[in-house]
């Protein structure tokens, strides 16, 4: 894997849990607008909208450099839309990344995989 792939990688995975984090205090400030005086949904429609803009760009980015297949790109855009979908996203790209740099180790110092 080359450097820029891996800044992909690494721009998603640090996007995906604040977006996540962003999206449940959203969902939590409209049940608040709902129920109370209080109302911070547009301040936290703001901050939500930038980051999952942020979070579309990134992963358009990695798609297109880590030449995902469109199933893999779909998962990983569906995990943007559901509540905690960014959290599990985190968790797989960085199994992903250190994945890719054990592959990336293993091919530079000549080891070759037997199955």
């Known amino acids: 894997m080359d450097i820029k792939t891996a ?6 995975r640090l996007i995906s849990a604040p977006e996540a984090a962003s999206f449940l ?3 939590v400030c409209s049940v608040l607008k709902r129920t109370t005086d209080f109302n911070a949904v547009p301040v ?5 909208a930038v980051l999952f803009i942020l979070y579309v760009i990134f ?25 905690t979908g ?4 985190e968790r797989r790209l960085r199994h992903e990344a250190e994945n890719a740099v054990i592959a990336s180790r ?6 070759v995989e037997t199955s």
């Open 86 to 89: 960014g959290f599990f996203a």
């Open 106 to 111: 293993a091919r530079r110092e000549g080891v």
């Open 44 to 48: 936290m429609g703001y901050v939500h």
């Open 25 to 27: 205090i959203l969902l």
């Open 59 to 83: 992963w358009a980015d990695a798609w297109n450099r880590t030449k995902w297949g469109a199933k893999t790109a779909a998962f990983y855009f569906v995990l943007s839309v559901l509540p």
């Open 7 to 12: 800044s992909a990688l690494r721009r998603l």
